[in-house]
């Protein structure tokens, strides 16, 4: 770390892990934060940039908005479908269009046109149970919600739900599972999130940092 920054001056940036990672590194790197390739790309939890004045930690996708709101980290990236989920306290300056895709119901081809109330049970398997509720309690449509915290297009095949809410971009592992999309809930992408304090006490700093993140959305 350079000598010239001061404790109070860095900021830690809390980043997550798997599908939003390459893409929120290249849009730092285009944004003027230098990364050290071999440290990046490494299986270090922890690491710095070049200037010293960022302070990296890599987390699963949903542990992001809790580091962010207890003011562990001061900022964040996290998709809109974690933080929708968590419902976390945090300040979200800046949508920044990485990581697009949209959250959908989807089925078995074989019942995917069929009316909730023609189903003798509805149950939803998903890694979202608040928003699927949610999304199910406005309808008025009464379902079980099972939770799985993964491979979630296997639930219909083995005969654990009728259908399920999940994350889709191209639609081929839908596809390739005998699945196709109902209805979609939300459109989803990553967004800057910001520790509500660390907005006040450090606001030069990320401020600073939200202007060139916006600036890097345009080149």
Not at 26 to 32: I, Y
Not at 39 to 57: N, T, V
Not at 116 to 122: G, H, M, Q, T
Not at 187 to 198: G, P
């Amino acid at each position: 770390m350079s000598n010239s920054v001061k404790s109070e001056e860095i900021l830690s940036v809390a980043l997550s892990k798997g599908r939003l990672q390459d893409a929120t590194l290249e849009l730092l790197g285009r944004a003027g934060v230098e990364l050290d390739p071999s440290e990046a790309g490494s299986r270090k939890l922890i690491f710095r940039d070049r200037s010293g004045c960022f302070q990296f930690f890599m987390l699963k996708p949903v542990d992001v908005p809790t580091y962010v709101e207890y003011g562990v980290a001061d900022l964040g990236v996290a998709g809109w479908d974690v933080l929708l989920e968590s419902e976390a306290d945090v300040h979200q300056p800046l949508d920044l269009g990485i990581g697009r895709c949209i959250m959908a119901v989807a089925g078995p081809r074989s019942t995917a046109r069929k009316n909730y109330r023609e189903l003798s049970a509805v149950r939803i398997a998903t890694k979202y149970p608040r928003t699927t509720t949610d999304h199910f309690t406005s309808q008025g449509i009464p379902v079980e919600i099972i939770t799985l915290s993964g491979s979630v297009e296997l639930a219909p095949r083995l005969g654990l739900s009728e259908r399920i809410v999940d994350l889709v971009a191209t639609g081929r592992t839908l596809a390739d599972n005998g699945l196709e999309v109902i209805e979609p809930i939300c459109d989803v992408s990553a967004r800057l999130i910001v520790n509500r304090a660390s907005y006040q006490v450090k606001r030069q700093a990320v401020s600073r940092l939200i202007r060139r993140l916006a600036d890097s959305l345009h080149r």
